[in-house]
C-alpha cells in the first residue's frame, strides 16, 4: 500500500494546488498520484453499518472511464444534467463531468410532481445535451421528455448503474482522457440552480476558478492542524452538500462518509450515530436538521453517541437562531458536544458557497443583544435592561481574499460599522452571472459604491446585515422585510416570537409576511399545527390568541391574519428555508390548506372508549 502524505507535505501540496489555475479535476488526479489508496469517500449505503468505499486512485480511475465515455456523446461545453441518487456515484459522475470538459448541472432526481417540474425547468433553461439517470428511471423517459416545452430540445439519457462503476477499476486510462479538462476551460464547470426562496430558481455559471476559490478559503478556515474526517448527508445537488463538503472534502484531503438525505430525516440519530462511529471532526447542517435532532432522539440513545470529537459544525440559514444552538447544545452536552464547535456561517449560491463564518474554533458563537426599536430603524445598539431585546448571532468574519461591504441599497452608499444595509461582496468566488439572464446578472453582479467607479464589482447578496468589529451579522432578506410606520420587522424574529407562543406549532412551521389590502400593509401569520396535538375548534382559537400577542408583545405590531395549516404547507427551499415570497402568493390565492380541528366525541361513546380517545390524542 501506498503511504499517505505527511501533515507538512499534504499542507504544501494544498498551497502548490492552491497557487496554479487549475480544477477540480486536477485537484483529483493530484490526489490520485499522491494518496492513492487513501480512503475518499465512505458511503453509508443504508445510513448506518453497509459501508462502500472509494479511495482516491479508484474515483479518478472510475470517473476517467466515463469520462471516455461522454467524449464519445458530447459537443465541447454541453450541459450535463445529473439526477442520478446522493452517493459514490454521484460524485464519480460529476467528476467525469469535469473530465470530459462538459459542464455540470446537479439538478434532484425527478421522482415526483414537484421535482418533475423542477427538472423540466432547469433542462430547458440549460438546454441540456445529456442527462445522467439511474436505470430505475429508463422507464419513465417518455413521460419526462414529454414535460420538457415545446421549445426546449430532447436531450440524450445515459443510464447508469452500480455495476457500471464497479468493473475494472485497474483498466489503463489514456493519458488525453485524463487532460480532457483542459479542452473546457473556456466553458463553465457548473451550472448551480438556486434554492429560491425568495423567486424561480437561475442558473447560477460557476467557472472552475469559483470552485477552487472556494474551496481554498473553506480549507483555510478548516484549519491543518490535526487530520479531518467530515460527515455529510446534504442533497449533493445543494450548494452547501456539493460545495461544502463533497467538492471541499477533495480538494483538502480528507475522508468524508456520506449519507442520503432521506436517511437522515426517516432517522436523524442515524447523523450523531455515524458522527460518534466514524470519528468525524467536521459536519454541517441547517438549523431545521438541529431541532429535529433535539425533538426526536431520547437520552438512552444519547448515552451510546460520543461528540466529542466533532470540532467545527458548520451551521447555515437564514439566519441561525440562537435558541436553535441553545436546544442543540443543551440536549447532547451529555455525548461530549461543546457549543464552541459551533460555525455559523453564511454564503449564496452566487458567491459559489462561502460568504464568512467563525474564525476562533476554540470558541462559542458571538452572540450580541441588541435593541430591538434601534435594529428596525437599521441600527445596531446594546439593548437595555427595559426594553425589547433582539439577539443576533456573529457569521463570523469575511473569507480570505474576499471584501465585504454594507450599503445603502437606495443610494448605493457605504455605510458605516454597526449601520444596517444591504451586504455587497467582491472576490474570486463571485459566480460569472447568471444563465440566460442579462439584465438580472447586470444588476446583481455588477455594483458599484456611489462615488467610485473604482470600487467594483461587487456581488449584491439581495441580504441585510451590519458589520461590527469585523464579524458580519446578518438581519433579514430585502425582500422578506416588513415595514410598518417605518419601521423594518424582519420576518425570521417574527416567526420565532410565534413559535415559541404555544406547543402544538411545527418547530421551523412558521412563516411571515405583509400583504398590500386598501393601499395598507396587512402582516400574516401562517404556522403549521403538529398532526399529534389534535386540537379542537376552541384550541385552535387559543393557538391563534397565542400567537397574536406574543407578536404584539415583542414587535408592538397585531397580525392582521393568523393562518393555521396542517404540516408541510408552507413552500420549502432544497435547503430546508421558508419561501415566504411563494407562501404569500398561496396565501393571496386562497390556496392554503386549513389546519382541521379535532371532531368532538359524541355523547354515545362509553367511558372505555372515552379513555381510549384520551390517549390517542
Known amino acids: 500500500m501506498t503511504s499517505s502524505l505527511s501533515m507538512s507535505e499534504a499542507a504544501l501540496l494544498v498551497q502548490e494546488l492552491a497557487a496554479q489555475d487549475i480544477d477540480m479535476d486536477a485537484i483529483l488526479r493530484r490526489r490520485a498520484a499522491a494518496t492513492p489508496d487513501e480512503v475518499a469517500l465512505r458511503f453509508l449505503k443504508n445510513g448506518e453499518d453497509d459501508i462502500v468505499e472509494l479511495t482516491y486512485r479508484q474515483l479518478d480511475l472510475r470517473a476517467a472511464r466515463l469520462a471516455r465515455q461522454l467524449k464519445q456523446q458530447l459537443t465541447p461545453g454541453a450541459r450535463v444534467l445529473l439526477v442520478l441518487e446522493p ?26 410532481t414537484r421535482a418533475v417540474s423542477r427538472f423540466a425547468s432547469i433542462c430547458n433553461d440549460c438546454n441540456a445535451q445529456l442527462v445522467i439517470a439511474e436505470g430505475s428511471l429508463q422507464a419513465s423517459v417518455d413521460r419526462l421528455n414529454a ?89 449533493p445537488y445543494h450548494d452547501m452538500g456539493l460545495m461544502g463538503a463533497l467538492l471541499l472534502s477533495i480538494y483538502s484531503g480528507f475522508t468524508l462518509v456520506v449519507m442520503t438525505p432521506a436517511h437522515f430525516v426517516q432517522r436523524p440519530l442515524r447523523w450523531l450515530k455515524g458522527l460518534s462511529t ?12 438541529l431541532d429535529l435532532c433535539v425533538d426526536t432522539i431520547t437520552d438512552e440513545e444519547i448515552a451510546e453517541l460520543d461528540l466529542s470529537r466533532l470540532k467545527m459544525l458548520f451551521c447555515g440559514a437564514e439566519p441561525v437562531r440562537q435558541a436553535t444552538l441553545d436546544r442543540f ?51 445596531a445598539r446594546p439593548a437595555s435592561a427595559d426594553a425589547p431585546a433582539a439577539a443576533v448571532i ?43 439572464q442579462a439584465e438580472a446578472s ?39 422585510v416588513i415595514i410598518f410606520a417605518g419601521r423594518n420587522l424582519y420576518p425570521q424574529d417574527i416567526e420565532a416570537a410565534a413559535q415559541a407562543s404555544h406547543p402544538a406549532i411545527r418547530t421551523n412551521g412558521v412563516a411571515a409576511f405583509s400583504v398590500t389590502r386598501d393601499d395598507a400593509e396587512q402582516l400574516v401569520v401562517v404556522a403549521e399545527i403538529l398532526r399529534s396535538a389534535k386540537l379542537s375548534g376552541e384550541d385552535l382559537e387559543n393557538v391563534e390568541d397565542a400567537i397574536a ?6 414587535h408592538g405590531v397585531a397580525p392582521h391574519t393568523v393562518h393555521l395549516a396542517p404540516v408541510s404547507t408552507i413552500p420549502l427551499t432544497t435547503s430546508g428555508k421558508v419561501r415566504r415570497s411563494a407562501c404569500r402568493d398561496a396565501f393571496n390565492a386562497g390556496a392554503l390548506a386549513h389546519a382541521k380541528a379535532r371532531p368532538a366525541p359524541s355523547a354515545a361513546v362509553t367511558e372505555t372508549d372515552s379513555t381510549t380517545l384520551f390517549q390517542q390524542g
Open 147 to 235: 414535460s420538457l416545452s415545446a421549445e426546449g430540445n430532447v436531450p440524450e439519457w445515459l443510464f447508469v448503474g452500480s455495476d457500471f462503476f464497479e468493473t475494472q477499476d485497474t483498466q489503463h486510462i489514456p493519458a488525453q482522457v485524463d487532460a480532457a479538462a483542459r479542452s473546457g476551460e473556456q466553458f463553465p464547470a457548473l451550472l448551480q440552480y438556486t434554492s429560491g426562496s425568495t423567486g424561480n430558481p437561475k442558473g447560477v455559471i460557476l467557472s472552475a476558478a469559483n470552485l477552487i476559490s472556494n474551496s481554498r478559503v473553506l480549507d483555510i478556515r478548516l484549519g491543518s492542524a490535526e487530520k479531518h474526517i467530515g460527515f455529510t448527508w446534504l442533497p
Open 549 to 554: 400577542a406574543a407578536i404584539t408583545r415583542s
Open 278 to 289: 466514524h470519528h468525524v471532526t467536521t459536519s454541517v447542517a441547517p438549523n431545521f436538521a
Open 394 to 436: 456573529s457569521c463570523g468574519t469575511v473569507a480570505s481574499g474576499h471584501v465585504m461591504a454594507v450599503v445603502d441599497p437606495d443610494t448605493r452608499q457605504q455605510l458605516p460599522p454597526g449601520a444596517v444595509g444591504e451586504l455587497w461582496f467582491k472576490g474570486a468566488s463571485v459566480a460569472q452571472g447568471y444563465l440566460n
Open 329 to 379: 447544545t443543551e440536549k447532547f452536552k451529555a455525548a461530549g458536544f461543546s457549543s464552541a464547535a459551533f460555525v455559523p456561517c453564511y454564503g449564496l449560491a452566487e458567491a459559489t458557497l462561502f460568504i464568512s463564518g467563525k474564525s476562533d474554533r476554540d470558541a462559542t458563537p458571538r452572540t450580541l443583544l441588541l435593541d430591538q426599536e434601534s435594529l428596525a430603524c437599521g441600527l
Open 87 to 112: 452517493g459514490l456515484n454521484y460524485v464519480t459522475a460529476l467528476f467525469a463531468i469535469f473530465k470530459a470538459g462538459a459542464t455540470a448541472v446537479p439538478s434532484f432526481p425527478p421522482v415526483g
Open 442 to 480: 447586470a444588476e446583481v453582479f455588477n455594483a458599484f459604491i456611489a462615488g467610485d467607479p473604482q470600487d467594483g464589482p461587487y456581488l449584491r447578496t439581495g441580504d441585510l446585515g451590519f458589520v461590527l468589529d469585523d464579524e458580519l451579522y446578518i438581519t433579514g432578506r430585502i425582500k422578506d
